[in-house]
């Protein structure tokens, strides 16, 4: 979820945030507690990045979703209004379902005090949930300039977690998944020469940054361990040797892909909710069951609620019987236990998948009661087992190939080639300019590392690449490289002028106003994030 809020609403912008909390992160909170009433022992890790957790924090956030959820209960009475007219009982019927499902929300959101943060922070405390920090903007690391922008994307995604969550996490989600190890680096564009870099591991790790995730391939393929296997994290050696400092869980494929893969995972049952196929214009609803994963848009057939329990409580089950199956054959093999781990973008469940939720619960409590499995976070693992080996990883991400090619690919070299030269600018101005002595120059300048953070998200490239919202995904990006140029430019000129700010022009005013107006986000940006 890239930085949205004043940037348009639909189709691309604040309605993204808006559905994420409606159909993802509000049901997720309603899942942990009913398992936890149930007297499960729900165990989750989930990673709410720092730019998510900026927007679900504001208060223009709060209000929109407000307007959000009673719109869409209003889209729903109107629809049954106009089912019943031609007759139609069953789609009316799910109108209604509809209705009541964002008047739940809306009172789910009432009693959580309008703060998703911090219900998340409750079940954290609580035991139930770990929350992983992230880079501040999904900057993607990897391919990153200067080691000063990687720190600087660390550092400002720990500030926004310690000061909405009142904690620092241990653990972290790289951006994609996307890491790379301390050795020889090609820059994404010809930009300078291949250098030496130091690894992403490394640098979180001085952050205190304790664990992180990647995908199977980057630990099956990795070096200095005999036998690799997802169902053992291990120690990193991605920093040139020294002694490792952070510790990863590799993904496993088969568990994921039960859930995963668009053909043969659960999501694709013909009796779950369609994703694609909505009633009306614009914000429409859904009426219409998958049906058959092959089968058009026209074909599909309505959405029958009460044929889809069966259905999540026979695919929990077989999910649950395939990780213990799993593990059983691990400890045949090794006679060791080991650790199946399952990550998922939050958003399947609930958004792409609106099943996803009632399937994790019944999982949930499955294995809740398992004698021979025992449900964990990350973190909590980390603190009660030894770690025994250590490895090589090599670069790579989550994304297609498993490398970086979606990131930076022919069709977004010119994005990477802006990127650099505005992070080689902004490394030139914090180091040279007299920021320290000059509150005013230190503002401006505080201005320009917001926008460059927000330029930095690797949404864009994403969105670009994948066809997704390329228009919005290269407007966004341009309009955040405008705005830090405008500052840049501002700060050399106040430098060189004491007085600069004082004769700006009506444009000039309207620019910074402009700015400040729509991207309120990171208001305490500390500079020294890039020097230090």
Not at 159 to 185: C, D, K, T, V
Not at 226 to 252: C, I, L, T, Y
Not at 360 to 373: G, I
Not at 451 to 474: H, M, N
Request: charge should be negative; aromatic fraction near 12%.
């Amino acid at each position: 979820m890239p930085y949205v809020l004043h940037h348009g609403v639909w189709p691309h912008g604040e309605d993204w945030l808006y559905e994420a909390a409606a159909e993802t992160y509000l049901p997720l909170l309603s899942m942990v507690d009913e398992c936890s009433h149930l007297n499960g022992r729900p165990r989750l890790t989930i990673g709410i990045t720092p730019v998510l957790l900026e927007q679900l924090a504001h208060e223009h956030f709060k209000q929109g979703f407000e307007t959000y959820l009673r719109d869409r209960a209003e889209q729903a009475l109107t629809d049954r209004r106009a089912f019943e007219q031609i007759a139609q009982s069953h789609p009316a019927w799910l109108a209604n379902r509809w209705e009541k499902f964002y008047q739940d929300l809306s009172e789910q959101f009432v009693r959580i005090g309008r703060d998703i943060p911090a219900a998340f922070r409750e079940w954290t405390r609580a035991g139930a949930v770990e929350l992983l920090t992230s880079a501040a903007t999904h900057g993607y690391m990897p391919l990153l300039l200067e080691d000063s922008s990687i720190r600087a994307q660390l550092r400002a995604g720990l500030n926004s977690s310690q000061r909405i969550l009142g904690f620092r996490p241990e653990g972290i989600w790289f951006p994609e998944g996307a890491y790379r190890p301390a050795g020889r680096w090609t820059p994404a564009t010809e930009w300078g020469n291949p250098d030496w870099r130091r690894g992403i591991d490394e640098l979180a790790a001085e952050e205190g940054l304790a664990y992180f995730f990647v995908d199977d391939h980057l630990l099956t393929h990795s070096g200095g361990i005999e036998r690799p296997s997802v169902h053992q994290p291990v120690w990193v050696d991605g920093n040139g040797g020294r002694a490792p400092s952070m510790a990863a869980f590799a993904r496993d494929p088969h568990i994921c892909k039960q859930v995963w893969c668009g053909f043969v995972g659960y999501p694709a049952d013909g009796a779950y909710l369609e994703f694609h196929k909505r009633h009306g214009p614009r914000r429409g609803l859904r009426y219409w069951k998958v049906t058959d994963r092959k089968s058009d848009l026209g074909s599909k057939h309505f959405y029958y609620p009460d044929d889809v329990p069966g259905r999540i409580y026979e695919q929990a089950q077989h999910f649950c019987r395939e990780v213990k199956r799993r593990l059983h054959e691990y400890k045949q093999q090794t006679g060791k236990h080991g650790v199946v781990v399952a990550c998922f973008d939050a958003e399947l469940f609930g958004h792409w998948w609106f099943e996803g939720p009632a399937f994790l619960k019944d999982v949930l409590l499955t294995l809740s009661a398992e004698a021979d499995v025992e449900l964990r976070t990350a973190g909590d693992f980390l603190s009660s087992f030894k770690l025994e080996q250590s490895a090589h990883l090599p670069a790579g991400s989550w994304g297609e190939g498993g490398d970086h090619r979606v990131w930076a690919c022919e069709q977004v070299k010119w994005l990477w080639e802006i990127e650099y030269r505005c992070e080689t600018l902004f490394g030139k101005l914090t180091y040279h300019l007299p920021w320290r002595q000059n509150p005013e120059l230190r503002t401006i300048l505080q201005k320009a590392g917001r926008e460059l953070l927000l330029l930095q998200a690797s949404d864009w490239p994403f969105v670009i690449t994948r066809k997704q919202a390329p228009d919005y995904g290269i407007k966004r990006f341009i309009q955040h490289v405008d705005r830090f140029d405008t500052f840049t430019d501002m700060a050399e000129r106040l430098a060189e002028d004491p007085r600069y700010l004082s004769g700006l022009d009506k444009v000039q005013k309207l620019q910074i106003k402009e700015a400040d107006m729509r991207d309120v986000i990171f208001q305490d940006i500390n500079l020294d994030w890039w020097n230090c």
